[in-house]
């Protein structure tokens, strides 16, 4: 029977050290996030790092015969590894760039040489796994070598790729010394998918410039093979974040937290600790907003959820202080003995605590500078069974090519941001109610098991035309 092996950088379940034993958690983030519901369908696989460094062979047996047991294979990286290839060159080279912060983009010959042997290493691993029928399925900005890779050992496989963050125009992605074997890197997938339309562009725009390879319809042809391009909007698993919110741990967390709150109303933003996501624009216009509507203070409360993330490249250490320092000064400002202005939290939350914070926000803001699709405002959206709530979503998210009716903002704009807030505030309940049914209706029609099933049968189409051209 064929199956389907997943490969990203990361599992969907981490490993912790604490003290001497090692505990199995949840990992972050919308690929993970996204994804976690559908890879144990139909024996499939997900091979990906297990997010720890293992101290010995016994240790590293433990670890794989866990993972093993939830239909995941892990492939280890050691300290060096992960210095060079995680926080170097992917995270502090392709993240910036591919996210428009040049500015904060280094080019290290040793962290491509350590992405280019990682790369290598997960294709042994997937080598390994599959079988000649199986269908390799890879994942994201860490692996985009991988693809090619995978190719050249096996010619007839059938591969498809998915970019979870945006592709950026041509005139950034050239700025890199190895652009040329990034783009040629993922070619050698049989079908690339991309969120939007405009990831998509930028991408055939680039494989235009640096190989010289023109599109036609979706349609590249590269040498003997067609590879095909195509747009897939992520989606949540609609039902798991529905029902999160309607359970009755949910309900109870919700009402613990209103006794404390009392009738406050509640502004919420979750995020992971990153730089794309605006997280301090976004409380530069809290903060306007209690300076330009005085009439809010002692009514409205911001919930901050920021999710530890990457903290060890400086960028990020910069961002939490940043965070930390202008929390600090705005609550140590505006706060009285009954009004915390922000309640800030640094770490991550249970499904259910998560949930319950979505039921109690009358205002979801996700405001990122760029980011590829951003899951949260759909997982907003999908806790919403009242219909009563307001989005706010800035236009640089790929959710914003779906979420119409959300109030769109752009994030650089704190003047539009601050009257976006003021706006959600006082927005009557029936125009809620019709842009919330809105977006909750196409949210739960895309789902995140409807988007798989497009990619899968758009790879199996893709596969179909090729062995066709192979016999002709
Ligand atoms: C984004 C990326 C994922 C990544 C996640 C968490 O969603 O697209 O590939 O896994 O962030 O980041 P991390 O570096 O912790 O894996």
Redesign the pocket.
Known sequence: MSRTIIV???LPTKVLRTDDSLTFQAS?????TGLGSIYQQAGNVWVGWPGLFVEDATEEGYVREQLRQDSMEPVFLTEDEIRDYYEGFS?STLWPTFHYFPQYATYEPAHWAAYVAVNEKFCQAVLAMAGPDDTIWVH?Y?LLLLPAMLRAARPRATIGFFL??PFPSYELIRVLPWARELVAGVLGADLIGFHTFGFMRHFLSSVSHLLGFTAHNGRLEVGQRTVLVDTFPMGIDYDRYAGAAASESARQHEASYRQVLGDMRVILSID?LDYSKGIAERLRAFEQLLVRHPEWRGQVSLIMVVVP??DQVAQYAALKEEIDELVGRINAAYRTMRWTPIHYFYRSFPLDELASLYRLAEVGLVTPMRD?MNLVAKEFVATKANDHGVLILSERAGAARELSDALIINPTDLDQLTAALHEALVMPADEQARRMRAMRRLVRQYDVFAWTNLFMSRLAYAKQQQLSLDTD
């Open positions: 990203s950088n990361r972050e983030g919308g690929l993970a995270n994201d860490q979870h963050i992971r993330s990457r590829g």
